[in-house]
């Protein structure tokens, strides 16, 4: 009887505990999403094996996560792209993935952060070891890995609590994340980065797309503005020609096979996009990777209805602009002929 009433109270406790915390989160703005877990770009990777000419890949860093919104472009194509950008991430080992592990022959859209895209090669560096853990997971990943996985889902789409992030990076709502976040001894000493919240709404086809709060919160825009000012001011110099002679080689082998290749800059504004001019000059980037892959490319800039875009966080658009830019990107390429399964309008 006594093991009953323990195992009750225990019961309630958890019940009630749990509670508070899930209204708590949502009191502050938070509301449930999925995890951009390994497990979920594998699923969409898994699509790659048969797909076709007519196939487009969208791959990059967060900005062509979230400004090419999967929806749109199936709304104005007729066909759902494989949305494989990684956030925080060089595009250069999916790319090599798609490239060398494949047949793909249709459309690669590569999203260029020149932050990120020029950023490295080495292995163990945050923007080539994220994407590339991906990657093994697709191959190497278990069984009960996916199943788990899968069967995490419909808690993930139902409770603020369960938000999380693989790597141990960034402010997340679940326990372990805050455990981590506890800071013992000089209590009072600021942490070395700003917090860092997710602010992005994960959805199955793989998308994502900016929450609402970030857009309405001017206090909650300006943690993540202060946290892209961190990054910028402590990145190392950027590997333009490393970089540059990695990717080029994998563009030789794609186009060799006819496959279809478009570089893409996705806006930025405000104080990030100042930093991009003085640490990584149009002129001496992008224009300089337009001018030795010779393939179709287009910067937001130079387009009028794209330039002035306003990003809420200074590097990434909103879900109605990212729906704007998606459908106003199409059009641009149809035009150009850019696409291969598509003709003008």
């Given at each position: 009887?006594?093991?009953?009433?323990?195992?009750?109270?225990?019961?309630?406790?958890?019940?009630?505990?749990?509670?508070?915390?899930?209204?708590?989160?949502?009191?502050?703005?938070?509301?449930?999403?999925?995890?951009?877990?390994?497990?979920?770009?594998?699923?969409?990777?898994?699509?790659?094996?048969?797909?076709?000419?007519?196939?487009?890949?969208?791959?990059?860093?967060?900005?062509?996560?979230?400004?090419?919104?999967?929806?749109?472009?199936?709304?104005?194509?007729?066909?759902?792209?494989?949305?494989?950008?990684?956030?925080?991430?060089?595009?250069?080992?999916?790319?090599?993935d798609i490239v060398n592990n494949t047949d793909f022959d249709g459309t690669v859209i590569v999203g260029v952060t020149p932050?990120?895209?020029?950023?490295?090669?080495?292995?163990?560096?945050?923007?080539?070891?994220?994407?590339?853990?991906?990657?093994?997971?697709?191959?190497?990943?278990?069984?009960?890995?996916?199943?788990?996985?899968?069967?995490?889902?419909?808690?993930?789409?139902?409770?603020?609590?369960?938000?999380?992030?693989?790597?141990?990076?960034?402010?997340?709502?679940?326990?372990?994340s805050l455990l981590r976040n506890v800071r013992w001894g000089k209590r009072t000493s600021p942490p070395a980065q700003p917090?860092?919240?997710?602010?992005?709404?994960?959805?199955?086809?793989?998308?994502?797309?900016?929450?609402?709060?970030?857009?309405?919160?001017?206090?909650?825009?300006?943690?993540?503005?202060?946290?892209?000012?961190?990054?910028?001011?402590?990145s190392p110099p950027p590997e333009k020609d490393a970089t540059t002679e990695f990717f080029m080689k994998d563009v030789k082998?794609?186009?060799?096979?006819?496959?279809?290749?478009?570089?893409?800059?996705?806006?930025?504004?405000?104080?990030?996009?100042?930093?991009?001019?003085?640490?990584?000059?149009?002129?001496?980037?992008?224009?300089?990777?337009?001018?030795?892959?010779?393939?179709?490319?287009?910067?937001?800039?130079?387009?009028?209805?794209?330039?002035?875009?306003?990003?809420?966080?200074?590097?990434?658009?909103?879900?109605?602009?990212?729906?704007?830019?998606?459908?106003?990107?199409?059009?641009?390429?149809?035009?150009?002929?850019?696409?291969?399964?598509?003709?003008?309008?």
């Amino acid at each position: 009887m006594k093991l009953k009433q323990s195992l009750i109270i225990a019961i309630t406790i958890t019940l009630i505990a749990t509670i508070g915390w899930e209204m708590y989160w949502r009191s502050k703005g938070f509301h449930p999403t999925l995890n951009d877990e390994k497990a979920l770009w594998a699923m969409t990777r898994a699509k790659v094996e048969n797909a076709t000419k007519d196939d487009v890949i969208i791959l990059g860093s967060s900005r062509a996560y979230f400004d090419i919104q999967v929806d749109q472009w199936k709304e104005s194509t007729g066909k759902e792209p494989l949305q494989l950008a990684s956030t925080g991430s060089s595009p250069l080992p999916t790319f090599h993935d798609i490239v060398n592990n494949t047949d793909f022959d249709g459309t690669v859209i590569v999203g260029v952060t020149p932050g990120l895209f020029f950023s490295t090669t080495f292995p163990k560096a945050f923007p080539w070891e994220r994407p590339q853990a991906k990657v093994d997971h697709y191959f190497d990943g278990t069984y009960a890995q996916r199943s788990n996985f899968l069967l995490s889902v419909p808690l993930q789409q139902s409770l603020v609590l369960m938000s999380a992030d693989e790597e141990e990076w960034n402010d997340d709502l679940d326990l372990k994340s805050l455990l981590r976040n506890v800071r013992w001894g000089k209590r009072t000493s600021p942490p070395a980065q700003p917090p860092f919240y997710n602010f992005g709404d994960v959805s199955i086809p793989r998308n994502m797309s900016m929450m609402p709060r970030t857009v309405t919160d001017t206090a909650f825009a300006n943690s993540i503005i202060k946290v892209w000012h961190f990054f910028g001011k402590g990145s190392p110099p950027p590997e333009k020609d490393a970089t540059t002679e990695f990717f080029m080689k994998d563009v030789k082998k794609f186009k060799e096979r006819n496959g279809n290749l478009i570089l893409v800059r996705p806006p930025s504004s405000g104080g990030v996009r100042m930093g991009e001019k003085m640490g990584l000059p149009r002129e001496r980037f992008w224009d300089s990777l337009v001018k030795v892959a010779h393939v179709k490319s287009y910067h937001f800039e130079d387009f009028d209805q794209l330039k002035n875009l306003t990003c809420p966080e200074e590097s990434h658009l909103s879900l109605e602009d990212a729906n704007f830019y998606t459908k106003e990107l199409v059009k641009i390429l149809k035009e150009d002929n850019a696409l291969t399964n598509q003709k003008p309008n």
